[in-house]
């Protein structure tokens, strides 16, 4: 009983220390913030769009991006964060699937990769990286934690360059993995078990079958037991919903992109 009432005083407290955010952003609420000397002034449309504006149009809005993402992904983003860098058993309740993304993200090396990938940015994209931390960083200075990071007594570190990289790195890579094992999966399942116009598909998903020939095909349907490509586990990683993933010919598109 005792520990259900501290549990529930927890709660109560966090609500309502976060209800002092929930109720100022209504239709029409506005507030200026300081990100790192630029005042930017951030506005909620009628149809409760955020919107920003700020005086430098080439830095101010990286860093309201950064704001904004982050206020309304604060969670997501963090969590992200840890999985990249392979730290979710680290700082949240141990599981089998967290440590499993943990061992994962380790064994990929994301963290040196993005400081590779961080070396060798010039100086103008390096400060662009920045500008967007930076508003990041103004939002986790001047807001409470959610919920779920006071329940575990998880403190997010500010974030770093690197940091995001990170996690565009594990974006990249379970989104676009996870496409283009689905994609040879369903070619290999079509042309072993259909027949298949292998010239069509060539046309349409070009350059992506222009190494795929009618011998190659013929060896496939010779193969039994066949584990298509597809089917490999991926299932431990984050999965992305949506991703600008293209795999029709550009040739077939309007743009011709």
């Known amino acids: 009983v005792k520990k259900g009432i501290a549990i529930f005083l927890v709660v109560a407290t966090s609500f309502l220390a976060l209800n002092v955010n929930w109720q100022y952003e209504y239709s ?3 507030t200026t913030v300081n990100i790192t000397g630029s005042p930017i002034t951030f506005t909620r449309s009628n149809e409760m769009i955020l919107v920003a504006r700020g005086k430098d149009s080439n830095v101010d809005y990286l860093k309201a991006l950064g704001w904004m993402n982050i206020h309304d992904r604060y969670v997501q983003m963090c969590l ?9 058993t680290k700082h949240l309740p141990f599981n089998e699937a967290s ?18 990938v961080v070396s060798e940015f010039d100086e103008k994209n390096l400060q662009n990286i920045q500008n967007f931390v930076d508003g990041i960083n103004a939002y986790l200075e001047a807001h409470p934690r959610p919920i779920e990071f006071i329940l575990f007594n ?3 570190e500010p974030f770093k360059v ?4 990170s996690t565009w790195i594990l974006i990249s890579y379970a989104g676009l993995n996870d496409l283009s094992l689905t994609i040879e999966k369903m070619l290999v399942e ?6 298949a116009d292998l010239n069509i598909f060539k046309t349409t998903f070009s350059p992506h079958l222009d190494g795929i020939d009618d011998e190659l095909i013929d060896i496939y349907k010779s193969l039994k037991n066949i584990r298509p490509l597809g089917d490999q586990d991926t299932s431990d990683l984050p999965k992305m919903t949506n991703s600008n993933n293209w795999v029709v010919s550009g040739t077939l598109s309007e743009s011709g992109l």
Do not use: C
């Open 162 to 165: 690197t940091d995001v990289v």
């Open 80 to 88: 992200l964060r840890l999985a990249a860098l392979g730290l979710l």
């Open 99 to 116: 440590l499993k993304i943990d061992i994962k993200t380790g064994h990929m090396n994301i963290n040196g990769k993005s400081m590779q």
């Open 28 to 30: 029409g609420w506005t």
């Open 190 to 195: 079509i042309f072993t078990e259909t027949d």
């Open 154 to 156: 998880y403190h997010p």
